[in-house]
């Protein structure tokens, strides 16, 4: 079974620890790994930083390089191939209501040519089809709920009024999201900035607590308290 892991550059500026952590993970026998090029401290702010992607790359080269952070396109993702020379991507905020990412980046990966953003029908269609899917995992209370905040990505970039985006963050049903966007004009294209919207969390930067004494013993096998692995722990 193929194991991959997934880091930050480390804690903070005064404590980068992401050759040292790929070098571990290689050696363990990680099957790829992927960086993603921000701080632990910096959250979702700022820009991520490339050219540490590429220093991985050369610092391990015995297992592929993901690169993370910034991929917003398909342009993005050839940019930081280019730039770092990683075996490939790995893409988070991105695909956010922009589930036809992968395609575009299959396409431009294999040099052919990336499609024009899909009109807003086909995005509302897929919509529809997104709530539909979630409905049948979920139940319809629960999928309907967690839709909401997809439905916002799903529209940013395209020409429809914050006021629409906020009601439909409020959305109680299936039937109230058919209706809402059988009245928008399906032959809308994306508005020019609409690739690269951002979409996602853009919290930060925040400091990061830790247990006290906690750089002085970096060699400390003893284990993690369990909240450490709480899914909203940062861990």
Sequence with gaps: MPVTAKFRLGVDDDHLTFLETGRIAADLGCAAIALH???AEQL?????RWAAIGELKAAVPT???LGNGDIWDADDALAMAAATGCDGVVVGRGCLGRPWLFGD?????AGRTVAEPPTLGAVCDTMIE???LLCAWAGEHLGVREFRKHAGWYLKGYPVGGEIRRELNQLTSREALA????QFDRAAVMLPNGRRAKRGHQNG???VALPEHWFERVDDDTALDAAAESATSGG
């Design 37 to 39: 090029a921000r701080t």
């Design 44 to 48: 979702y702010s700022g820009t991520a």
């Design 63 to 65: 297992v592929p390089v």
């Design 105 to 109: 980046l299959a396409n431009a990966f």
């Design 130 to 132: 997104h709530l539909d």
């Design 179 to 182: 209706e809402r966007l059988a």
């Design 205 to 207: 930067p925040r400091k």
